[in-house]
């Protein structure tokens, strides 16, 4: 009995083998094939920021093509572009100029003079047919964040102690500008949007950026005309009610003997051009020894 179930298995084993082949053959599947005449254009990323030296007005952007047989010019379409005053920023490109054999094209694009200092503009950018290249990198559209500010470079995060208005210690970013020139030797340095750092401002504005001396003595408080005053500072906060932004007005800036670093600054915000809610007085001590970090 029992040899006659093994030599049924024997059979139907076999049989059951023969249906799942013709069952399910093997297929080929085979990769998209690119149009011979497909250039690839892409911008490398759907994100760009670019920062300008507050002494130069041009900038440049790039465009990268898969296919470099030819010698081709690829349009592209502005759908949007911050302005000031009515007027673009910037120049806005219209065209990709690709020389035979190269992968890359780059315009130069000027800057209005009307930009501010570490004021952020924004160009956006699409290929008019999108990618055609289904192995290109990259993608068909970006938006170009520009700005006229120095290269910060970040040093720290240590604690700042503000006392008068927030009333407590914030981990706040320090920053010195690496590409900042002084005819008197001087550096700057920054504690970078103080506020937001603490998590009360919705932008990262309100910036302590001030001079130091080769002894990393206290030089003065940066000031770019309207752009940056130290007599009117954004701090990012706004006032609850009226949404009006808190500014702070530098009075002092020094190094205490201790060595520590302390801004005194009154903070307040306008209605209808009067000065509401003004908090004099307050202090931001930075206890830390910048001269050792940077001599690392």
């Known amino acids: 009995m029992k040899l006659n179930k093994f030599l049924l298995y024997l059979l139907i084993v076999p049989a059951l083998s023969f249906v799942s082949c013709s069952d399910y053959e093997d297929t080929e599947v085979t990769s998209p094939q690119a149009d ?5 254009a892409n911008f490398t990323a759907a994100t760009t920021s670019i920062v300008v030296h507050p002494d130069e007005d041009t900038y440049q952007l790039t465009l990268n093509r898969v296919n470099t047989k030819e010698a081709v ?18 120049d806005v490109p219209t065209v990709f100029l690709f020389a035979k054999g190269e992968s890359k094209a780059t315009v130069e694009l000027r800057l209005s003079n009307k930009c501010k200092f570490q004021e952020v503009y924004k160009l956006t950018l699409s290929l008019g047919e999108g990618k055609d290249h289904p192995y ?9 964040s520009v700005s006229k500010d120095y290269a910060w470079v970040k040093i720290d995060q240590p604690v700042v102690l503000e006392a008068g208005w927030y009333g407590a210690g914030i981990l706040a ?30 932008t990262a504005t309100g910036h302590l950026q001030f001079l130091l001396d080769e002894n990393y003595d206290v030089a003065g408080m ?29 009075k002092s800036a020094e190094k205490t003997s201790e060595g520590a670093y302390v801004f005194t600054y009154d903070v307040f915000y306008y209605e209808n051009n009067v000065v509401k809610d003004e908090v004099k007085g307050v202090t931001a001590t930075l206890d830390y020894n910048i001269a050792g970090a940077m001599e690392e």
């Open 36 to 40: 011979e005449n497909a250039l690839g």
């Open 73 to 90: 010019s690829v349009p592209v379409t502005v759908k949007s572009c911050s302005e000031i005053d009515g007027v673009k920023f910037t």
């Open 136 to 144: 290109a990198s990259g993608t068909s559209s970006t938006v170009v």
């Open 173 to 202: 970013p320090l920053e010195f500008a690496s590409d900042y020139e002084d005819e008197d030797g001087n550096q700057l340095f920054r504690i970078k949007a103080l506020y937001s750092a603490a998590g009360t401002a919705s």
């Open 222 to 250: 940066l000031s770019v005309g309207d752009a940056y005053n130290p007599e009117k500072i954004n701090t990012g906060v706004v006032d609850k009610t009226t949404k009006a932004p808190y500014y702070m007005n530098v």
